[in-house]
């Protein structure tokens, strides 16, 4: 029964997923020991798909994302199973990563890596780019491209010919993600658009992601504090929490009825602040190193019950089509057949409040 529930989405679907991972572990060494910043997530995301991913801050959202496309720092490691349109990226070679990622995956990063050449026109840079891919494409065809990446992002036409200095701080972002986006990736990852682009309204970022979608089908990793964008241009959402996956499922199941006590909080914190930030859920996050036992939220929960403190959850589907990582959760949709009374008796804290000891 449970796996007819479990069944990876992308077995059930015709059309085979652009970005298939798998158990994808990612850890740091540090001195006190490997810092396990990602630790067995697996989604897939279809053609023209846009994924939101969501977490307080440390949680693994942007180590995901450039683990994804190959650009970990030294001293990073990697392991579980990545598939781009097939592919094994894992596998390629670190030169033919490089190839790929530059024309078929992008990245939209919180701080361009990429430097814009003073000395060089507007118009060089996208001849540049294009040309490094595409070796024999003629000046219109570029010039008709450039433009079209440029109108998405709001530059006008008659900045073609003007150098970066010419452009304000926020243009200038604008125009790296141009850039990136000129070649046609079929995966992007944008990591904290919003910060970045803080002179552009969220109504504009929406609109950009919208088209993105439309007109070039793009699938898309975005990488948020704001839930509005996400609700609002997300197809899907994943909620991380301290290296891992724990709900993740159709954006408006998971705003609507959100299963896992995570995720609730997380949506509480979000109402309450506005857009100020998300880091006002109770306590804190755990410590990547040594990971809480059991659930690794279970210190935080308030749900907890004594098996969450000893056994970690696996992820199941739920009623709602959403997958959820949470023993509350599988007791109250039949899913933990096997607990006892004992388990799932509410947890007793060691811990003496802050306000006890007052
Ligand atoms: N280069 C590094 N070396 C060691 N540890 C790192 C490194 N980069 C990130 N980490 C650690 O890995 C964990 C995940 O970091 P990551 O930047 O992926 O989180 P995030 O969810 O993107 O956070 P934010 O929302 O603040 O951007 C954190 O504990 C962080 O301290
Ligand atoms: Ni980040």
Redesign the pocket.
């Given at each position: 029964m449970t796996e007819l529930y479990d069944a990876p989405v992308a077995a059930r679907d015709d059309n085979a997923p652009v970005i298939d991972a798998q158990d994808i572990r990612i850890w740091?060494?540090?001195e006190r020991g490997p810092?396990k910043?990602?630790d067995g997530v697996s989604f897939s995301l279809r053609k023209g798909e846009i994924l939101g991913l969501v977490?307080?801050?440390?949680?693994?959202?942007?180590?995901?994302?450039?683990g994804l496309l190959g650009l970990l720092?030294p001293?990073?490691e990697m392991d579980g199973a990545l598939r781009f349109k097939g592919e094994d990226l894992l596998a390629l070679p670190k030169k033919e990563m490089f190839a790929k990622r530059g024309a078929e995956l992008g990245m939209i990063f919180?701080e361009p890596l990429t430097r814009l050449n003073p000395l060089m026109r507007i118009s060089e840079h996208f001849e540049e780019t294009l040309r490094t891919h595409e070796k024999s494409i003629g000046k219109e065809e570029i010039q008709r491209r450039a433009l079209e990446v440029l109108r998405l992002m709001g530059i006008p036409p008659t900045r073609y010919r003007s150098y970066p200095h010419e452009f304000s701080g926020g243009m200038r972002q604008r125009l790296m993600i141009a850039l990136a986006l000129v070649l046609r990736p079929a995966f992007v990852v944008a990591?904290?658009p919003t910060t970045a682009l803080d002179v552009l309204v969220e109504a504009q970022i929406i609109r950009i992601l919208h088209s993105l979608r439309s007109e070039f089908e793009t699938s898309l990793l975005l990488?948020t504090?704001n839930l509005g964008i996400i609700a609002e241009a997300c197809d899907r959402v994943a909620v991380?929490y301290a290296?891992e996956i724990v709900e993740i499922g159709d954006a408006r199941e998971v705003f609507s009825d959100p299963q896992h006590p995570y995720t609730r909080e997380l949506l509480r914190s979000t109402i309450s602040l506005s857009t100020t930030g998300l880091n006002f859920i109770p306590g804190a996050p755990p410590d990547?190193v040594n990971p809480p036992t059991g659930c690794h939220f279970h210190p935080r929960c308030p749900d907890a019950m004594n098996i969450c403190a000893t056994r970690h959850p696996v992820q199941h589907a739920m009623p709602n089509g959403t997958r959820v990582q949470c023993w509350a959760a599988d007791l109250a949709h039949g899913r933990a057949p096997d607990l006892t009374e004992d388990d799932t008796a509410p947890l007793v804290r060691e811990e003496i409040s802050v306000a006890d000891e007052a």
């Amino acid at each position: 029964m449970t796996e007819l529930y479990d069944a990876p989405v992308a077995a059930r679907d015709d059309n085979a997923p652009v970005i298939d991972a798998q158990d994808i572990r990612i850890w740091y060494g540090s001195e006190r020991g490997p810092v396990k910043a990602v630790d067995g997530v697996s989604f897939s995301l279809r053609k023209g798909e846009i994924l939101g991913l969501v977490g307080e801050s440390g949680c693994g959202k942007s180590t995901i994302g450039r683990g994804l496309l190959g650009l970990l720092p030294p001293g990073a490691e990697m392991d579980g199973a990545l598939r781009f349109k097939g592919e094994d990226l894992l596998a390629l070679p670190k030169k033919e990563m490089f190839a790929k990622r530059g024309a078929e995956l992008g990245m939209i990063f919180q701080e361009p890596l990429t430097r814009l050449n003073p000395l060089m026109r507007i118009s060089e840079h996208f001849e540049e780019t294009l040309r490094t891919h595409e070796k024999s494409i003629g000046k219109e065809e570029i010039q008709r491209r450039a433009l079209e990446v440029l109108r998405l992002m709001g530059i006008p036409p008659t900045r073609y010919r003007s150098y970066p200095h010419e452009f304000s701080g926020g243009m200038r972002q604008r125009l790296m993600i141009a850039l990136a986006l000129v070649l046609r990736p079929a995966f992007v990852v944008a990591d904290e658009p919003t910060t970045a682009l803080d002179v552009l309204v969220e109504a504009q970022i929406i609109r950009i992601l919208h088209s993105l979608r439309s007109e070039f089908e793009t699938s898309l990793l975005l990488i948020t504090h704001n839930l509005g964008i996400i609700a609002e241009a997300c197809d899907r959402v994943a909620v991380m929490y301290a290296g891992e996956i724990v709900e993740i499922g159709d954006a408006r199941e998971v705003f609507s009825d959100p299963q896992h006590p995570y995720t609730r909080e997380l949506l509480r914190s979000t109402i309450s602040l506005s857009t100020t930030g998300l880091n006002f859920i109770p306590g804190a996050p755990p410590d990547l190193v040594n990971p809480p036992t059991g659930c690794h939220f279970h210190p935080r929960c308030p749900d907890a019950m004594n098996i969450c403190a000893t056994r970690h959850p696996v992820q199941h589907a739920m009623p709602n089509g959403t997958r959820v990582q949470c023993w509350a959760a599988d007791l109250a949709h039949g899913r933990a057949p096997d607990l006892t009374e004992d388990d799932t008796a509410p947890l007793v804290r060691e811990e003496i409040s802050v306000a006890d000891e007052a």
